[in-house]
């Protein structure tokens, strides 16, 4: 509950939030909705986001600004619109004199839906750790990522507002008692991406410090578009009614429209793509056209100079179990039978030259993860399996190995924690067994969609509060001094060493306890052309 009125000047003028009771104890300062741009409203919208415009007396910042338009994930009714371009800052305090470390929050959600309000990312557990949390949104689907290669949409808007939202933190964030020279960026799935976006882009760097990316980087599949891309806007008029592939025509038309509707036509396309993998019709691309280009090559490219800031990232145990969930596919079992006919379907675009690469075709990877079976209901496990390889692990594996090559400081783990209720099972109606998909954010964050499902938060001495407890630490430590555990203590109890040059690569399991493990080259079966020789 609020007893008090928080004040903060920010650059563009004062600011007041409220103080709120921690779900565990003690207090936390809140300043919700605080915009850090101009609205992306009418001749902004599709455009490059520009700083917010200053105002006069006290704004109250005590609510969550809108969400971009998309399609919400549970209710599949189309939420928000325009205006989005909101920052949520928690704090423990506001002494200016003190200088804690910075964690940028940034949301998941496929690059087309997502919120940084606190149905998912409640702050409870992170300020606990003496840390000042900011979470972000920012523009996706059709409004963040429509590349037409001009000035009008000239592509990754929604990448260009976090670059914006961090400049933010840089001039602000010592107002809140927090140390600009030493903010970590970190994020889950798309939110990952967009850190690893974030690392290699030139137009982000000096604005972080450290980096942790979780279950994504910016070259797995979903979240690259590099075939094609203005086609998507030629058929997202057509869906819309108008022949249109002039891009400045196509431009003043989709200003006309309202973002609700726009988001129902971008949905429309995405059914007729006629994949059973994850295909973004809007999503980050090469800008090279762009006079601020965010992205000026492919992401495998600028990848390979490296990260040059402590990096830690990692994946859960079975990523693949999200993607074969009856909340993707409402009649998975006739899904399924089509690919047993047919599993080139299953291939996404992006993987196309990897493939070529590494030798392998569909009927290659049918045979490696299915031997002589069918593709049923009796195999959807083997098809997660296929799914978090290609569309995670794959990938992010690519990224520890070339950073151990360049022997920068790296940090790998595997989450496999499961508890006996899982929120994200819950939500997304899976019934496979290990961490999924998005597993480990509850125990990050106090969400409050925990109270929709008859869940609170775990209880004090439970396997669930030790690994909010632990994690928390882990992510905490890393963001305040680059290295996760400093010491071994009655809660940390293994040493998490970063990755090293050479075929083995270290990491943490991060499950009920804390173990250092290792893996090789070549022992996993993302590793398509050895495992297909070995075949």
Known sequence: MAREVPLVTVKQGQISGTVEENVYGGKYLAFRGVPYAKPPVGPLRFKVPEPAEPWTG????????????????????????????????????????????????????????????????????????????????????????????????????????????????????????????????????????????????????????????????????????????????????????????????????????????????????????GSYVLIGSF??????????????????????????????????????????????????????EKLDINFERAMHPEMEETMRMENVNSQDLRRLYFGDKRIDMNTRDNYAAFLGDMMFIKGIHDVVRLQAEKNAPTYFYKFTFEPELSLAKQMFGIESRGATHSEELIYLFYPQALLTFGLNAPKLGSKEHNVVEYITQMWTDFAKMGNPTPMTTNLI????????????????????????ETTKAGEQTFDWKYMKNKL
């Open 58 to 273: 006290v704004k109250k910042c005590t609510q969550f600004g809108g969400s971009c338009a998309q399609m919400d994930f549970l209710t599949r009714q189309i939420i928000g619109g325009d205006d989005c371009l909101y920052l949520n800052v928690y704090t423990p305090a506001i002494e200016v004199s003190s200088k804690r470390a910075v964690m940028v929050w940034i949301h998941g959600g496929g690059f087309v839906a997502g919120s940084a309000d606190g149905k998912i990312y409640g702050p409870d557990y992170i300020v606990r750790k003496d840390v000042v949390l900011v979470t972000i949104n920012y523009r996706v689907g059709v409004l963040g990522f429509l590349n037409l290669e001009t000035e009008e949409a000239p592509g990754n808007q929604g990448l260009k507002d976090q670059v914006l939202a961090l400049k933010w933190v840089q001039e602000n964030i010592s107002n809140f008692g927090g140390d600009p020279n030493n903010v970590t960026i970190f994020g889950e799935s798309a939110g990952a991406a967009s850190v690893h976006y974030l690392c290699i882009s030139p137009m982000s760097q000096g604005l972080f410090n450290k980096a942790i990316a979780q279950s994504g980087v910016a070259t797995n599949p979903w979240a690259i578009s590099s075939k094609n891309v203005k086609d998507y806007a030629v058929k997202l008029a057509a869906e819309l009614g108008k022949d249109i592939t002039d891009p400045v025509e196509l431009v003043e038309f989709f200003r006309t429209i309202e973002p609700q509707k726009l988001v129902d036509a971008q949905q429309q396309c995405f059914k007729k793509l």
């Open 283 to 336: 999503v980050p691309t090469v800008d090279s056209k762009s006079s601020e280009p965010f992205m000026p090559q492919h992401p495998s490219i600028l990848m390979k100079a490296g990260v040059k800031v402590p990096l830690l990232l990692g994946y859960n145990e079975n990523e693949g179990t999200f993607l074969v969930s009856s909340f993707l596919y409402p009649d998975l079992k006739k899904s399924m």
């Open 493 to 516: 109890s293994a040493l998490w060493k970063p990755v090293e040059k050479g075929d083995t690569i270290r990491y943490m399991n991060i499950g009920e306890k804390l173990r250092m």
